[in-house]
C-alpha cells in the first residue's frame, strides 16, 4: 500500500497545469497570472508634486527662516491634471498634490511652511533643491515588467494592471469538476426519507464547496445508485469535465463497481487503490482523456474522509492545474493539549484538531470523537493533526504537525 | 487628530450588523450563519457497521481464536440502503461498512479475520461484545443545536446543512458598496492619455477587488470630475448602496469639494475628517441614511494609501455589516531584517513589508520606496508594519506588529 508521501508524489506527477485564457479585471482577483506584465509608459509619466504648496526656483529661496522669509508673487495655477505656466524668477506657482512641476520650477514648498497676503507668498524655511517633487519613471519605466506570470492577483496586482490599461488579462485556466455519489442509500435534499437505513448526502455539498473554495468550476452531476445503468450515465455525462470526483463505492467489496466503470465509460487508467492513511485509506486514483491529462479520484464515503481526502490530495492537484505555486495547505508544528493514543499504528493519521495561536505558539487539541462518521467534529476543527505511522501515543507538549484548513483563527 | 485606535473606534462604533437573507447551499460557502442549525434526526439514524465483514451474534464467537476457529453458516446480506433480515443463532450475515446491524447481531467481525469456505465462515477471533457497530445517535440527537448562529460557513458546516436537509439557509446580507472616482487627471482603462498629467486609475478597481475578497457587493459608480454637477450626478447614483466610498478629493484644498457635496446629496453626517497615519492622513469619515446606519469613506487619492486605508479601516467595518466575528486582518510580532528610520516621527506608519514564516518566527523586510504614490512597492508586499508615534527609528532584529492582509506566504 502507497504510503501519504508515495501517493501525493503520483498524483501531482499525474497533474499538468491547464492552458491559459482571457479574463475581465473584476474577474481575475485570485486567479494566477499567466503572461508578464509591462508598463505602458513611465510612472509618474512626469515630474509632479509630492504636497500641497507652491512650486518655486530653488534660487529664489535661499536663506529663507522664520525671521527672514523669502517673499515671491504668486502666479497662475498647478492643479492634477492641467498643464501649468512656466514659472519666472520672483514667482511662485501655487500647486497640489500628484500637479505636474511647472517648466523653470525645481522645489516645492509645502503650505505648512508658508503665509499668503496680498498676492504674495512669504516661505519660512529654506528646503533642499529638489524637495517634494516626486520624480519621472521614479515608480517604473515603459517597458519594465511590472508582474511576472504566475503571480496570484491581488488587490495590488489588479491595480497595477488597471493603472498599465489591461482591461482583460491572460490567467490560467480552472478545471471543471463533476461530482457523482454514488449509494444506493443516498438521498438528495428534500427527498422524502421512507426507510431509517437511508442517509441525506453531506459529501455531494461538501466536496461542491472544497471546489469552490479552491476556486475551481464545480458540478454536481447527480446520484447514481448502485446499479449498473444509473452509473454508467452518470459517468457519461461527467466526460467534458476535466476532473471526476465519485464519492462511495471504494471500500472493500464496493470497489469493483467504481473500477469497472470508469474503466468502462471514462477510460480511465487506475494509478492506485489505497493508501496507507486514516481515515480515506480506501481512496483510488486515475487518469484519462487525451494524453492521460484528466484525473479521477474515487473518494471514500465517509463524511470526515472525503473532506480529508479532498484536502490532502485533491486540493494540491487542483490548485497545481490553475497554476498556483503555493499548492498545499499552512502547515505548522504545534505543541499538543492533551495525550493521544491509538490502538494501531499501522497508518498515518489524521486526527481533527482545534488549534489556537499564543504568544507565538501553535496549540493544537484533539477531539473526542475521531470517527470517520462523525461530520460534528469538523464544526470546531481548524487543522488535521499527522501522527506519523509506527507512533501509537503522543503526550501532552508533545509537537504535533498539523495541516491547517482554515485559518480564521488567526485573524482578529 | 484622531490616532488610529481613536478612528478606528468611531468607525466601528457607527457600523451596524446588516439584516438576514436566504440564500441557498451553493451560495452559502463563507457567509455567515444566522440561524441555529438543528438536527432533524438521530445521526446515525440507526445502529450501522463501521466494517465490512459479517454481523454476529456475540455468543457465537466467544472463544473463537486461529486455531480454534468459530463457524457460522452464511444467511443473506446487509447492504447500505437495505433491511436486512433477522439473524438467528449459528448463523452470520455478511455486512458493508454503513449497512444497518440486523435484528439479533451484536457484533460486526470484520473481514480480515475470516475465511469463508462451502457456505460458511470461519471466524479466527473473538471479539468484544459491539465491535464495529457505530451506535444510533452517536453523533448527534434530533433536536440537537449542530451549529450556532455567528459561524462561518466553511465547507464541514456546508456537509452539516445538507445532511440535515437545509437546501437554504439564513446568512447575513452584504453589503453593496459604490466607489466614485474623483479628480479630473484620472482616467479609466483604454480611455485616451491627451496629456502627460493624466494618469491611468488603479484606485478603482483595486477597490473593486479589495470589496470583493472581504465579500460585499462591489460596483464601479463612475468617474466624476472636479465640477459640481458631476459630483453631484455621481454621488446621487449612490443613494441606494449601504456605503459609499469615494477616492481623491480629500488633501487639503480638495476637502470641501467631497465634504460639501456628500453633505448636499447624501446628508453625510462627518464624524472626522485626517487620522493620525501615514500614508492615509486625510481619510474622511461619516454616516448617512436612516439611523445613520449607512457609512461614507472619503479616501485619500494615493494608491498606497487607498489600500491601506482599505485595509484597517473599510475591511473591518465591512466584515462587521456581514456578521463576521474576526474582522480584523491577522496581525502577527515579527522581526525586523534590517533598521529602519524615519523623519518626522508625529504620526503611526504603516511601512510596506514582505513577511516571511521561518523556524516559528516572522520576519519583515521593509522596501525601499515607502511612497504612498509607489504601488509596484505592494507587489511584493504581504504586511503592514506598524511604526508607532514617537518611534523615529527600529533596528534590524527589533519586534514590529505587522497587519497581514495577504497570508499565501504560510502555504506550502
Redesign the interface.
Known amino acids: 500500500m502507497l504510503t501519504y508521501q508515495e501517493a501525493l508524489s503520483v498524483i501531482l506527477e499525474n497533474t499538468k497545469i491547464l492552458g491559459k485564457e482571457k479574463v475581465f ?2 474577474d ?3 486567479r494566477v497570472l499567466a503572461e508578464d506584465i509591462v508598463a505602458d ?1 513611465d ?4 515630474d ?1 508634486s ?1 504636497m ?1 504648496g507652491f512650486a518655486v526656483r530653488y534660487e529664489d529661496i535661499v536663506g529663507a527662516s522664520q525671521t527672514n522669509p523669502a517673499v515671491l508673487k504668486i502666479f497662475g495655477e498647478s ?5 501649468p505656466p512656466v514659472l519666472e524668477k520672483g514667482y511662485a506657482i501655487p500647486i ?5 512641476i511647472p517648466q523653470g520650477a525645481d522645489t516645492v514648498i509645502q ?1 505648512e511652511f508658508t503665509k499668503v497676503e496680498d498676492g504674495k507668498v512669504y516661505i519660512y524655511k529654506e528646503l533642499k533643491k529638489g524637495s517634494n517633487i ?1 520624480p519621472k519613471a ?3 519605466k515603459k517597458g519594465d515588467v ?2 511576472k506570470s504566475g ?2 492577483l ?14 482583460t488579462v491572460y490567467v490560467y485556466q480552472k478545471p471543471r469538476v463533476a461530482i457523482i455519489t454514488t ?4 438521498l438528495d ?2 427527498e422524502p ?1 421512507t ?16 471546489v ?2 479552491v476556486g475551481a468550476y464545480p458540478t454536481v452531476i447527480g446520484f447514481a445508485k ?1 446499479n449498473p445503468e444509473d452509473i454508467r450515465e452518470k459517468l457519461k455525462y461527467a466526460k467534458n469535465f476535466d476532473i471526476v470526483l465519485t464519492t462511495g463505492g471504494v ?4 470497489y469493483d463497481l467504481v473500477k469497472d466503470f470508469v474503466k468502462e465509460v471514462l477510460n480511465v487508467n487506475i494509478h492506485f487503490w489505497k493508501v496507507a492513511i486514516k481515515p480515506g485509506k480506501p481512496l483510488v486514483f486515475g487518469t484519462w482523456g487525451e494524453d492521460n491529462s484528466k484525473l479521477f479520484f474515487g473518494i471514500p ?3 470526515v474522509a472525503s ?1 480529508v481526502v ?1 484536502e490532502v490530495f485533491v486540493k494540491p492537484a487542483l490548485s497545481k492545474m490553475m497554476g498556483y505555486e ?6 505548522v ?1 504545534a505543541i499538543l493539549t492533551q495525550d493521544f493514543s491509538r490502538k494501531s499504528a499501522d497508518r498515518l493519521e489524521f486526527i481533527r484538531v482545534n488549534v489556537e495561536y499564543k504568544n ?2 501553535f496549540y493544537a487539541t484533539p477531539f473526542g ?1 475521531q ?1 470517520s ?4 467534529g ?2 470546531n ?1 481548524n487543522g488535521l493533526g499527522i501522527v506519523e505511522v509506527g507512533v501509537e501515543s503522543l503526550k501532552k507538549d508533545d509537537k504535533i504537525r498539523v495541516v491547517l ?8
Chains 1, 2 share one sequence.
Open positions: 479585471l473584476n481575475a482577483l485570485n509608459r510612472n509618474p509619466p512626469a509632479n509630492g500641497d492643479k492634477a491634471g492641467d498643464i497640489y498634490t500628484g500637479a505636474l503650505k516626486r521614479g515608480d517604473y511590472l508582474i503571480k496570484t491581488r488587490p495590488p496586482e489588479i491595480g497595477i494592471l488597471s493603472s498599465v490599461n489591461k482591461p449509494g444506493d442509500e443516498i435534499l428534500a426519507i426507510k431509517e437505513s437511508q442517509i441525506r448526502t453531506s459529501n455531494t455539498y461538501s466536496l461542491y464547496a472544497q469552490l473554495q448502485d471500500s472493500v467489496g464496493e464515503g465517509n463524511p473532506m479532498f503555493k499548492i498545499h495547505s499552512l502547515t508544528d507565538g505558539n470523537k470517527g462518521n462523525i461530520l460534528t469538523m464544526v476543527a484548513f482554515d485559518t480564521e483563527f488567526l485573524y482578529g
